[in-house]
């Protein structure tokens, strides 16, 4: 499995590179498409659709798969409804055809590939407006006149060779008329792989630690969290994870879990994952006590007592929820990989301890794009079978491990449900 993960982004743009080398910190690895490279011939497009993020990085997980995952604006700007029959991932200069494999569902596990999560809900969206504690995320084919919403992508390769230089999009839409051919949209091109990968070193100590809500084919959680932020969609957490800690029994805590200190991961130590320098460090918000429930906070503190590192490249990185008094630096203080920052903690819009990593493209948590990242090293200890609601799993006893895969990997994105083990040697 892990001969075939070398981080992707050596396809369209330098191979990753360890953060903070001083030679990233040029930003942006490609150059502009040339007018008319890789473009469809005219063609009028109703529904349109628009790539959140500048540019797609393909990113090498520990699922053994490389990840194109982005996410899009999909909007009817016809005067009839439009009905989506696909939107397949394309190759612009392999004459449009079809690339990679685009698999994603919603929460519960209902295929959602080619489906926009409208803006506006739609006439025919029957769903009941709950599905017990999990949130209904509605998607839909049927887009009417002027509605507009988000469809969610994860395009996978088994190979790097297979990965396209760059990426379109084929639409096909039902006709208007009853009996009538499905019309084809082609758009034009976007590029892959412009920033190179952050290598970073885990943030945690230990074994057992729960990548919950990790990248890249559920569109749930962190991989929806795109909102309106100073006028423009941005797509901050579709990267992120929320690191639990599994103890012995497999479950979050040991005793009830609506006490803060029977998590296991309560206290832990949270360490830099690279070197850089700190742009942001607050403490001073106290620990939600009301575990299992969301809190309703102000919005300068939804990250909670947290961190936000510049480790260079245009890359930064947010350490989110530490634990009140615990924060260890200061802005402008430069940090030595391994450097503790900080503690596991349960502050700001969290309802448990975890620790929330992510990288992003900007100092600001949330008015920025985030950005795939791979550790360079961690043992791979299992993964966690997919659940409509894993907090409730969580915290209702001993989760089930599968640990068929396991082992020491390099270079890898964390996956969706793994469980792993963080410098060990520590």
Known sequence: MVTLLAAAS?????????????????????????PGFGHPSFNLTPVTLQLVQPSVEPVAATDGLIHLAYAAQVTNTGAQRADIVSVVPVDPLADFTPTGRNLITDPQGRDVAGKVRLFVRSPDDTVPDDEGTQPVLRFSTHVLAGNAGLMYFDVTYTEP??????????????????????STELTNPVPLGCKALAVLSPPLVGHGWFANGACCSVAAYHRTNVMGVN????????????????????????????????????????????AGVVVEAVDGVPDNQAVGKVPVVALADLNGNHVV???????????????????????????????????????????GPH???????????????????????????????????????LVAGPLT????????????MPARNGVFGFNLSQ
């Open 231 to 274: 006028g423009a969609l941005q797509a901050f957490s579709q990267f992120a994870i929320d690191f639990d800690l599994l103890g012995p029994n497999n479950a979050c805590c040991n005793g009830p879990f609506e006490v803060l200190t029977n998590w296991w991961g309560y206290n832990a130590p949270v360490l830099a994952a690279a």
């Open 309 to 351: 590192e510049d480790i260079g490249g245009g890359r930064y990185i947010t350490y989110d929820h530490l634990k009140l008094g615990s924060v260890r630096v200061s802005a402008g203080e430069r940090l030595r990989p391994g450097e503790l920052i900080g503690r596991v903690g349960s502050s700001g819009l969290s309802g």
């Open 10 to 34: 050596s396809i369209a743009a330098p191979p990753a590179r360890a953060a903070g080398d001083d030679a990233q910190t040029g930003g942006e690895q490609c150059a502009a498409i040339p």
């Open 161 to 182: 060779a297979l990965i396209p230089r760059l990426l379109a999009h084929e639409i096909t839409l039902a006709s208007s008329t009853e009996g009538g051919a499905p």
């Open 401 to 412: 491990i599968d640990r068929t895969h396991t082992g020491v990997v390099h270079n890898l």
């Open 355 to 393: 620790l929330h990593f992510q990288v992003q493209d900007s100092p600001s948590p949330v008015d920025a794009n985030g950005l795939p990242f791979v550790f360079a090293t961690q043992l791979l200890e299992g993964r966690v079978p997919e659940s409509s609601n894993v907090f409730e799993n």
